[in-house]
């Protein structure tokens, strides 16, 4: 007989086996949003954003929802109140466009602003979003995300200032939050 404990490490395990078979296999998650298994889908998600929580030391809640008409394509609202959920809502649309790497590059943006305002509510900005969430994902597939968001919105906008400098670049600017943001 399995201990509470042991039945629960199990799940766990099951939950990250699954996101993991989700992600690692290139539009098997895009295939099902594809094909409309939006509960499904949902689900998937709400594991994801867990998954990504995890990575990036963010205790808050965050609930996923689906919505018809996002003009952002995804935000992320603060709760109203300090024992609020923060509310992940995805346009629908704008979630078929997306390669399973680049929903977790949006998702990742997503979950660095609530890092942010649960850490300097003050300093929100699309550049710190970014290197929060590039603590667990590519810088590559965040600018493929900005691309789509641009085309979508017809207009363009200059990655280093959302990104900062490249990698490759000898200036690229460092954020003096290293001692208080926690390592992947």
């Known amino acids: 007989m399995r201990s509470r404990g042991g039945i629960l490490r199990s799940s766990a395990c099951v939950a990250l086996v699954l996101i993991a078979l989700s992600l690692s296999s290139p539009g098997l998650f895009a295939a099902e949003r594809a094909a409309g298994g939006s509960g499904t889908t949902k689900k998937k998600l709400q594991l994801l954003v867990r998954h990504l929580k995890t990575r990036l030391s963010i205790p808050a809640v965050v609930s996923v929802s689906i919505v018809a008409r996002n003009p952002l394509m995804m935000s992320i609202e603060a709760p109203k109140d300090q024992k609020g959920v923060f509310l992940l809502a995805i346009d629908a649309n704008f ?31 699309e550049e710190l979003a970014n290197q929060i969430a590039m603590r667990a994902v590519s810088r590559e597939s965040l600018e493929r995300v900005y691309a789509k968001v641009w085309e979508r919105g017809g207009t363009k906008g200059d990655l280093a200032r959302f990104l900062g400098s490249s990698p490759t670049s000898p200036t690229s600017p460092a954020i003096g939050l290293a001692s208080e943001t926690p390592t992947p």
């Open 95 to 125: 979630l078929q466009t997306l390669t399973d790497d680049e929903l977790e590059a949006a998702i990742a943006h997503e979950l660095g602003h609530v890092w942010v305002f649960t850490h300097h509510p003050y300093l929100q900005t």
